[in-house]
């Protein structure tokens, strides 16, 4: 019991990347909404006795893809007796030895890679890098007992080249009794060769309801932590709603990082396009620019991503939020589709750039907003 607590005291101490500050981490939470189908789809396979070895977990981020992983987790380790005895869902007390485990990542019998913490410059990796998927050899190598092993790769999206090959090989040739659990919010990026041999398990975004459930749950959980704010309701809730396009993750954002008034900025700043207040974005390039930003500078990003990908869809079908819908239709010309399509993707790759060489972030955010002015004018992106 003495490595249990050692290993959960660095898991409590280092930061995770599938954890939103102030609030349970998806192995910690313990109620899974919006996702009765996956689960059931992951019950009617265990119930068949021809479990597959390998299922991508996939669905947009921050609907509860990890923490349907870590709830399919507990099942497996589960005595039979601890599980639902009419075989309707993967609910387990979370007071049992192997749900206590799993919560502290202390389970000898599962393995999450994930983006490592670099001592270094104290902050996590851009990615998952090859040295921690190679964990795997040493892990697979131990004998196991009756049980079951799981592998959870949180998420898959982030491991390198290598890295993916490395997996790979683990993958084409699998223990009896592992299930490989890769957790995807882009899977049509992964290697042919890795979906090939996965199953999918598909999680919807989520229900009105089962997000206000979800969000419930979080703010009622870091409360108990001393943490916790009261659940928006009225139009506060309809706009997060809105926004959060189905994420509780991202509604939480939302809720705790000042994210409306961030949304206003960056709408204030599309609207006016092609004309820019530059001193504006200065002072909002030097707030997200900062390390203690991490998490707005996060949020900006998922924000103005949204934005752009909701004025591209509203351009080209007429559909969506009104007031979004008209600034689409002036802002972004029939033939100019393509063009703010490239925009969208150009962004995404700069950040991922921006993250993997720890480039300048406010230059990141000027750069971007000079791209968003190039575009408005009908200019081709360099």
Not at 79 to 107: C, K, P
Request: aromatic share 6%.
């Amino acid at each position: 019991m003495a490595r249990a607590t050692a290993v959960a005291t660095e898991t409590e101490l280092l930061p995770e990347p599938d954890k939103l500050d102030g609030y349970p981490s998806p192995r910690q939470t313990e109620r899974l909404y919006g996702q009765a189908a996956a689960e059931q789809g992951f019950l009617d396979a265990f119930s068949s006795g021809r479990l597959h070895h390998a299922w991508i977990v996939t669905g947009p981020a921050g609907i509860g893809k990890a923490t349907l992983a870590y709830r399919i987790a507990r099942f497996l380790f589960a005595g039979a007796s601890e599980r639902d005895m009419f075989g309707g869902s993967l609910d387990i007390d979370l007071a049992t030895t192997a749900a206590r485990l799993v919560a502290n990542l202390a389970h000898p019998e599962l393995l999450v890679l994930r983006r490592p913490y670099d001592f270094k410059s104290k902050k996590l990796k851009s990615e998952i890098t090859v040295d921690e998927v190679r964990r795997l050899r040493g892990f697979l190598s131990m004998g196991a007992g009756e049980g079951w092993r799981v592998v959870i790769v949180d998420p898959v999206d982030e491991l390198n080249a290598n890295a993916a090959n490395a997996l790979l090989k683990s993958l084409e040739e699998p223990p009896k009794r592992t299930v490989f659990l890769l957790i995807s919010s882009a899977p049509d990026r992964l290697l042919p060769t890795v979906r090939s041999r996965c199953r999918t398990l598909a999680c919807a975004t989520l229900s009105e309801d089962a997000l206000r459930k979800a969000v419930a749950q979080a703010l009622n959980a870091a409360d108990d932590a001393g943490a916790g704010a009261a659940l928006p309701s009225g139009e506060e809730w309809q706009t997060l709603s809105r926004l959060s396009e189905g994420s509780a993750r991202r509604f939480l954002l939302l809720h705790t990082a000042k994210g409306l008034d961030l949304h206003r900025k960056i709408v204030s700043a599309i609207s006016v396009l092609p004309r820019i207040d530059w001193l504006s974005i200065h002072t909002l390039g030097d707030e997200l620019a900062s390390a203690a930003a991490e998490a707005k500078y996060e949020l900006f990003f998922v924000l103005l991503l949204g934005l752009l990908a909701r004025l591209i869809h509203g351009a080209a079908t007429g559909e969506g939020d009104p007031a979004e819908v008209e600034l689409a239709a002036r802002l972004i010309p029939a033939d100019q589709l393509a063009a703010w399509a490239q925009l969208w993707e150009t962004t995404v790759a700069e950040k991922t750039s921006t993250e993997i060489y720890n480039l300048d972030r406010k230059t990141l955010i000027l750069l971007t907003f000079q791209r968003l002015v190039q575009t408005s004018r009908g200019a081709a992106l360099a």
